[in-house]
């Protein structure tokens, strides 16, 4: 499950994004104002890092956009970091590109191939916890009797607006910019539904 602290933070994850997915190569969204659409989380089984992915609109288009939230910078990944921010609860945070983290990468996997399914969201406020209402249902072709392998993780690269990333003998697919239509792959996929957009959008495949 994932907590959400009731918190204030300075700047919001939107204001982050503003300054950072125009200046992405797969982002067509010219001036148009960004417009949250909704969100789901992944579980980091050991508790350190928050993984939650924003479906972002701008104009007429859809943007994917997943995202790892940590107490420290990961080595290495300076290129990923889309900002940091200050969480009144957790302290210093630095947000970044989720295809570049390890962490999101290997829930990602699990994802697609067993269909573990998305967090449930929690909210602490308080001393009392709350169930929050998902923005977003995801889905997946995967089994849950597959087996996810070790993943020997490389690094992404990104080509017309498709992240492709290296994890051994295999490779996932993210998709930046979403195709309404719901011509989701034939191959292992995710998909996505929110609120307007009933028909499921692939978001990442195998």
Known sequence: MAIVYAAELRPSKMELLAQWLPQQLWFHGGGSPLVRLGSFRFDDPAGEVGIETQL???GDRVYHVPLTYRGAPLEGAQE????????????HRWVYDATGDPVYVAELAAALLSGKPQAAQFRESGGKIETLPETAQLSSTGMPETAVPTLEISAPTTVGGIVTIPVGALALYVLRELELSGEVPATTALSVTWAGQTTPVAIASL
Do not use: R, Y
């Open 56 to 58: 972002v609109g701008a």
């Open 80 to 91: 990923f970091l889309v900002g940091t921010m200050e969480h009144s609860v957790l302290g």
